[in-house]
């Protein structure tokens, strides 16, 4: 069984300044991992996702994530935040284990950007 | 392009009545499709998933029940709602080729009264 743990369930920050969303996750087999952003109200978007290859992913809004297998983490960074990143961002992993494409998700992190 | 329709974006129900929620997916053929319900600091939890027309599976013991009449609708219903099951249900598609990512609609929020 696959598992994901966001580390932090909110992360106040302000504008300009960099970020990084902690995403571990637990899983027996190789995984497929995806970080998704969800404005209020609204379902989810996908940012990223890393399948295989470069261990650096970059996605959409000027975000970026790192796979390491060896401490398995996938972290979420942007180098410096807008107030319109204010969203919660869920941490998500599938593996090939026969799961049918199933995703587990994480309790997600609420980044607030302020002024 | 692909897109995932979802209806109706909010809904207030009194406990005890019944429910139909309803996801269509265009641009694509034979998508496996997703419910989940999302409940404030839990994250999202999946409540069945379809790979084919008729072939459901329910993740957890609930009040709830899915149907797909056709490829690329997914109905999420029940016959006597009760007040747990408030919340946000998300309707996703994916191509359940290899391992491409999950799309979501807009979702429906249910307030049970």
């Known amino acids: 069984a696959q598992s994901v743990t966001q580390l932090d369930s909110q992360v106040p920050v302000f504008e300009e300044a960099p970020v990084e969303l902690r995403c571990n996750y637990s899983s027996s087999v190789s995984v497929y991992l995806f970080w998704y952003v969800q404005y209020p109200n609204q379902g989810l978007q996908l940012l990223l996702k890393?399948?295989?290859?470069?261990?650096l992913v970059k996605g959409i809004n000027g975000f970026e994530a790192e796979f390491n297998k060896s401490q398995t983490s996938f972290h979420l960074r942007k180098p410096s935040v807008h107030i319109s990143d204010t969203a919660e961002y869920f941490c998500?992993?599938?593996?090939?284990?026969?799961?049918?494409?199933?995703?587990?998700f994480g309790k997600g992190t609420l980044l607030t950007v302020n002024p | 392009s692909q897109t995932i329709h979802q209806w109706p974006a909010t809904l207030v129900q009194p406990v005890g009545s019944p429910l139909s929620l309803e996801c269509t997916v265009e641009g694509t053929s034979n998508p496996n499709l997703y419910w989940y319900r999302q409940a404030a600091g839990r994250g999202l939890q999946l409540l069945f998933y379809?790979?084919?027309?008729?072939?459901i599976s329910s993740e957890v013991p609930q009040n709830l029940s899915a149907s797909r009449p056709q490829d690329r609708q997914f109905i999420l219903s029940s016959k006597k709602l009760l007040l747990s099951d408030s919340g946000f249900y998300l309707c996703?598609?994916?191509?359940?080729?290899?391992?491409?990512?999950?799309?979501f609609g807009d979702g429906t929020r249910l307030s049970i009264l």
């Open positions: 379809s790979v084919g027309i008729g072939q």
């Open positions: 996703a598609w994916s191509t359940g080729i290899g391992n491409q990512p999950q799309h």
């Open positions: 998500a992993v599938s593996d090939d284990g026969g799961s049918n494409y199933k995703l587990t």
């Open positions: 890393y399948l295989s290859g470069s261990t």
